[in-house]
T-cell receptor, first 114, second 112 residues
Framework: AQSVTQLGSHVSVSEGALVLLRCNYS??????LFWYVQYPNQGLQLLLK??????LVKGINGFEAEFKKSETSFHLTKPSAHMSDAAEYFC????????????FGGGTRLMVKP | ETGVTQTPRHLVMGMTNKKSLKCEQH?????MYWYKQSAKKPLELMFV???????ENNSVPSRFSPECPNSSHLFLHLHTLQPEDSALYLC???????????FGPGTRLTVL
């Protein structure tokens, strides 16, 4: 069975600083991996996804993530944080049973200080 | 309207009430999902419907009853809920067996 661990339930950075949100996965087969963002009082929005093509994936709002098989990681980064990036971020792995089930990590709340 | 919509956005109900949550997708998808998002817990998949048939039911209590009358609409009927059922209920849709799910804004449910 697949699983996802997000290290750090809260991350705080200063505006303009590097954003690094960590995600490690467990999967017996090559995984499909996703990052979603949730702004206050809203649903989840897809940031980016890895589906076995390029290992460096670029998403919306300047975010990118790199798939590292040797480290079973899919960390999310952004070179320079904006105040508008403050939100909760979820890493997810697609299950390999029937259908399109996603298993989500516990989420990381990103806070951006002025 | 575009995307995935959910109504109501907020709902307060007593433990003896019966209410329903509604989800509608305008994306031409054929799979729909209900998730529960509680504080300090990961997103929990509750139900999956594909082509209007239930595919997955992750051992959800019977006080939650889903209904999928067609590929665009999904309901979650609620009765005799408990305070611990208070949460954000999210609906999502996708093309079945493709990778991207699109989420609605959620219904914030409070059970008194």
């Amino acid at each position: 069975a697949q699983s996802v661990t997000q290290l750090g339930s809260h991350v705080s950075v200063s505006e303009g600083a590097l954003v690094l949100l960590r995600c490690n996965y467990s999967s017996s087969v090559p995984p499909y991996l996703f990052w979603y963002v949730q702004y206050p009082n809203q649903g989840l929005q897809l940031l980016l996804k890895y589906t076995s093509a390029a290992t460096l994936v670029k998403g919306i709002n300047g975010f990118e993530a790199e798939f590292k098989k040797s480290e079973t990681s899919f960390h999310l980064t952004k070179p320079s944080a904006h105040m508008s990036d403050a939100a909760e971020y979820f890493c997810a792995v697609r299950n390999n049973n029937a259908g399109n089930m996603l298993t989500f990590g516990g989420g990381t709340r990103l806070m951006v200080k002025p | 309207e575009t995307g995935v919509t959910q109504t109501p956005r907020h709902l307060v109900m007593g433990m003896t009430n019966k209410k329903s949550l509604k989800c509608e997708q305008h994306l031409g998808h054929n799979a729909m999902y209900w998730y529960k998002q509680s504080a300090k817990k990961p997103l929990e998949l509750m139900f999956v419907y594909s082509l209007e048939e239930r595919v997955e039911n992750n051992s959800v209590p019977s006080r939650f009853s889903p209904e999928c009358p067609n590929s665009s609409h999904l309901f979650l009927h609620l009765h005799t809920l408990q305070p611990e059922d208070s949460a954000l209920y999210l609906c999502a849709s996708s093309q079945y067996n493709t990778d991207t799910q699109y989420f609605g804004p959620g219904t914030r449910l409070t059970v008194l």
